[in-house]
């Protein structure tokens, strides 16, 4: 089983509606974040939250909102989808005590398209 | 904003060909990630420099953090086919106290046999 798991997979969906995308991981880790990737601009953070308690806006949060409901669950929802939000997101989560130079663990991917 | 610039953007060599990917930028990093990318699935970690002018070699990869940790090179020998995919740099910041990476925008390789 994955360590980090998204879902769903793939999502084809119209502009306006509400969507949510899902991540769950297995690691134990804290640290959870949600990026995008667009061809040619590579990975662009969205939001990040380093425990049950803590959320952060990342370099491109306008239009998107995220939930930490567990230690092992973090969703990203978009309330209201637009088709510039067409792009491949990705959950990614960290570990390790305070430190720095934990390496991030990434889940498969969602590829959303918004008609 | 830290920024990290990578080049190439794209890269297209024949097996057995030497290749390096650049990343560099004008913010100091506490370290430097490299992954690497297949369709369909997510990045995943090759290797983490840390100190300024530390290489590290895994099998034909050998990945250099310069010495003020503002720019780091991958350098693959004698490339396979194996070796195609897309290849991210990383820099972890440590702006306001929170660890967070800033990528570059990737090294698409691919290696015809």
């Known amino acids: 089983d994955a360590d980090v798991t998204q879902t769903p997979r793939n999502r084809i969906t119209k502009t306006g509606k509400r969507i949510m995308l899902e991540c769950s991981q297995t690691?134990?880790?804290?640290?959870m974040y949600w990026y995008r990737q667009d061809p040619g601009l590579g990975l662009r953070l969205i939001y990040y939250?380093?425990?049950?308690?803590?959320?952060n806006k990342g370099e491109i949060s306008d239009g998107y909102s995220v939930s930490r409901q567990a230690q092992a669950k973090f969703s990203l929802s978009l309330e209201s989808a637009i088709p510039n939000q067409t792009a491949l997101y990705f959950c990614?989560?960290?570990?390790?005590?305070?430190?720095?130079?934990?390496?991030?663990?990434f889940g498969d991917g969602t590829r959303l398209s918004i008609l | 904003t830290q920024l990290l610039e990578q080049s190439p953007q794209f890269l297209s060599i024949q097996e057995g060909e030497n290749l390096t990917v650049y990343c560099n930028s004008s913010?100091?990093?506490?370290?430097l990630q490299w992954y690497r990318q297949e369709p369909g699935e997510g990045p995943v970690l090759l290797v983490t420099?840390?100190?300024?002018?530390e290489v590290k070699k895994l099998k034909r990869l050998t990945f250099q953090f310069g010495d003020a940790r503002k720019d780091s090179s991958l350098h693959i020998t004698a490339a396979q086919p194996g070796d195609t995919g897309l290849y991210l740099c990383?820099?972890?910041?440590?702006?306001?106290?929170?660890?967070?990476?800033?990528f570059g925008k990737g090294t698409k390789l691919t290696v015809n046999p």
């Open positions: 990614a989560t960290s570990g390790g005590p305070g430190g720095g130079n934990q390496p991030q663990h």
């Open positions: 690691k134990g880790h804290d640290r």
């Open positions: 939250s380093f425990d049950v308690k803590d959320i």
């Open positions: 913010s100091v990093f506490s370290s």
């Open positions: 420099v840390v100190t300024g002018g």
């Open positions: 990383a820099g972890e910041s440590l702006q306001g106290g929170s660890e967070k990476l800033v």
